[in-house]
């Protein structure tokens, strides 16, 4: 059973370079069970690289150091920097989801919504005779009506609301402690984009923790739990999303607030707003 209270992911020192420059330096951030945190930033200050470092998806020739110490849900702990590649793929799916921005690069059009979440399940040795039924229900739980219609359709059949849903369903099949959304929403609507991070939302019901890479503060204020500040490689302010966001204390938060005002006064679900 998933544990609801507790630290989920604990980073300290997180550091990334990219072509000899730092590009986070110093990140320190805490993830807990039941909370959806957004981590915030201007474009270009690191947020998707700081995801993709925790992931241990930098791209070629980026660096980390630091420590990223994850409890998974049976209690055991390890520090994801120092994992060798083999244990952070296999940790990657049943610890570890993660959803792109992009979701139809994400996803290979020349295999079918049904073959990817198959693929996923097998690689992670779920038998045969279950993962038809376990992909469906991913795909329900994403949101998507008639997942079983879906089954059988290409990446570009898809709309942009249900590649995203596809996405995420291959990034919650396997029930991971820890979701990494990075920017899932910025190409959506507003309609299809509040159903998409409801759904993220609603992962942190069973004690799992959500990660919101975003650079939208209404989105923040509406959704998550925490907010984390990222200015200059370093996390500049961090709290309860309505302290945040409502008073908030460091120069460049204050900047960001008076940016986006006054969208940012929409209250968060988890703190009593509409879905």
């Given at each position: ?145 008639e997942p079983e219609g879906l089954w059988r359709a290409y990446p570009f059949e898809l709309s942009g609301g249900q590649a995203q849903r596809v996405a995420l369903a291959l990034a919650c099949v396997l029930g991971p ?13 507003p309609v299809t984009q509040a159903g998409v991070l409801d759904t993220l939302r609603a992962r942190t019901a069973g004690g799992g923790a959500l990660l919101l890479i975003t650079h939208d503060l209404a989105v923040a ?55």
């Open positions: 059973m998933v544990s609801t209270v507790g630290t989920v992911l604990e980073v300290a020192g997180l550091r990334v370079r990219v072509g000899g420059r730092s590009v986070v330096d110093g990140l320190d951030l805490e993830l807990r069970a039941g909370e959806a945190t957004a981590l915030v930033g201007r474009s270009g200050s690191g947020k998707s690289l700081t995801a993709s470092a925790l992931a241990g998806l930098l791209p070629e020739g980026a660096e980390r150091s630091g420590t990223a110490r994850f409890t998974g849900a049976d209690g055991a702990v390890v520090d994801l920097m120092a994992l060798p590649p083999a244990r952070m793929r296999a940790l990657r799916g049943p610890g570890i989801g993660y959803a792109f921005q992009e979701a139809q690069a994400s996803l290979n059009p020349t295999v079918t919504v049904g073959a990817h979440l198959a693929e996923t399940l097998k690689a992670h040795g779920v038998p045969r005779a279950e993962r038809r039924e376990r992909g469906t229900d991913a795909l329900r739980a994403a949101g998507l009506e402690r820890l979701l990494v959304a990075d920017e899932v929403t910025s190409a959506l609507d204020a509406r959704w998550a739990d925490r907010v984390a500040v990222l200015d200059g490689g370093r996390i500049a302010e961090s709290g309860p999303a309505a302290e945040v966001l409502r008073s908030p204390r460091h120069p460049f938060t204050r900047e960001l607030v008076r940016a986006a005002a006054p969208a940012v006064a929409t209250p968060s679900p988890a703190r009593g707003g509409a879905r």
